[in-house]
């Protein structure tokens, strides 16, 4: 069974840095990719970064390349989402999820509870 547990949401400034983080087991971190989702209400689904489990590879969306960073610590079956550079606009529940297999790019079927952040003056 593959379980996530988000934490490391908050209230920010612009401008600040928060680090997201995603506990999971070894068993999911070396079977399956994880990537980190925002929802914001009325708004679609945003697909942030993805990590591979196969050989670490990372995606990102446009919108937070070169400001987030995802990464993973197998050792303490961790993932997490270094996001900088927040602006207001990245006030949302972010997510990490699981995909059904590897690699990034699939539909994912595990989430995690997710976690608030707000971006705020």
């Known amino acids: 069974q593959v379980q996530l547990v988000e934490s490391g949401g908050g209230f920010v400034q612009p401008g600040g840095s ?3 983080s995603c506990a999971t087991s070894r068993a999911t971190l070396d079977y399956y990719a ?3 989702f925002r929802r914001v209400p009325g708004k679609e689904q945003e ?3 993805c990590i ?3 050989d670490g590879s990372t995606l990102y969306a446009d919108s937070v390349k070169g400001r987030f960073t995802i990464s993973r610590d ?3 079956n961790m993932v997490y989402l270094q996001m900088n550079g927040l ?3 990245d006030t949302a529940v972010y997510y990490c999820a699981a995909p059904a297999g590897s690699y990034c790019g699939w539909a994912y079927d595990y989430w995690g509870q997710g976690t608030q952040v707000t971006v705020s003056s």
Request: aromatic share 6%.
């Open 47 to 49: 697909e942030l970064a």
């Open 74 to 76: 197998i050792a303490k």
């Open 52 to 54: 591979s489990a196969h």
């Open 18 to 20: 928060l680090r997201l």
């Open 87 to 89: 602006k207001p606009e």
């Open 34 to 36: 994880i990537g980190w």
